[in-house]
């Protein structure tokens, strides 16, 4: 039983298009992350969610934009994708706070051609 | 964010404890000490973390300094599936990201 789940696993699409990310979590937990992996490997987060309430906006263009649906779910939408979107976006839960870990989703492979 | 110095590669034998240090000379008294690694083609996965004490879970020990500006990551006995890049990340209490530094790549060797 999968506690952090992303779909698509991988996504291949042209620059200009609009596409998104879905991610659930199993755990109860009321807080969704989003990061994002370069092809350097570095993770940065991106946004996150606490009850719904979004808590978290790094600088992140307004072309990407998160929606919590409830407690559950995080999906990420981005709009005309650029070719420096390709990375791999990771969806993550957990409690609220510091004090407590963080779940991680297998990841989404991100390809703008 | 409060930062973290590691190395950047270390290399051990399967079956032989692995000690990863990790420097956070300026962590002040709210920040949490975790410790996460990332699996090749894989999501990062949580190991272990602390305030001041010393912590055993089933994957790991951290062994944390008096002075808190280092800890240590034990892997008791490291399996080929050890494998992975290790991050120690300093997280305050009422913070909710983890700031990932490029962490430590472990290899194990057979």
């Known amino acids: 039983d999968t506690a952090v789940s992303q779909t698509p696993k991988y996504l291949v699409t042209q620059m200009g298009n609009d596409k998104s990310i879905k991610c659930e979590q199993n755990l109860g937990h009321d807080t969704m992350y989003w990061y994002k992996q370069d092809s350097k490997k570095f993770l940065k987060i991106m946004f996150s969610?606490?009850?719904?309430?979004?808590?978290i906006n790094e600088t992140v263009p307004n072309r990407f934009s998160p929606k919590s649906p409830d407690k559950a779910h995080l999906n990420l939408h981005i709009n005309s994708l650029e070719l420096g979107d390709s990375a791999v976006y990771f969806c993550?839960?957990?409690?609220?706070?510091?004090?407590?870990?963080?779940?991680f989703g297998p990841g989404t492979r991100l390809t703008v051609t | 964010d409060a930062k973290t110095t590691q190395p950047n590669s270390m290399e051990s034998n399967e079956e032989e404890p692995v000690h990863l240090p990790c420097n956070h000379s300026t962590i002040s008294g709210t920040d949490y000490i975790h410790w996460y690694r990332q699996l090749p083609s894989q999501g990062p996965e949580y190991v272990i973390h602390g305030l001041t004490s010393n912590v055993n879970n089933r994957m790991a020990s951290l062994a944390i300094a008096e002075d808190r500006k280092s800890s240590t990551l034990i892997l008791h006995r490291a399996t080929l599936r050890d494998a992975a890049v290790y991050y120690c990340?300093?997280?305050?209490?009422?913070?909710?990201?983890?700031?990932f530094g490029a962490g430590t790549t472990v290899t194990v060797r057979a």
């Open positions: 969610y606490n009850n719904k309430e979004l808590i």
């Open positions: 993550a839960s957990s409690q609220a706070g510091g004090a407590y870990e963080q779940y």
């Open positions: 990340i300093l997280r305050p209490s009422n913070d909710y990201k983890l700031s």
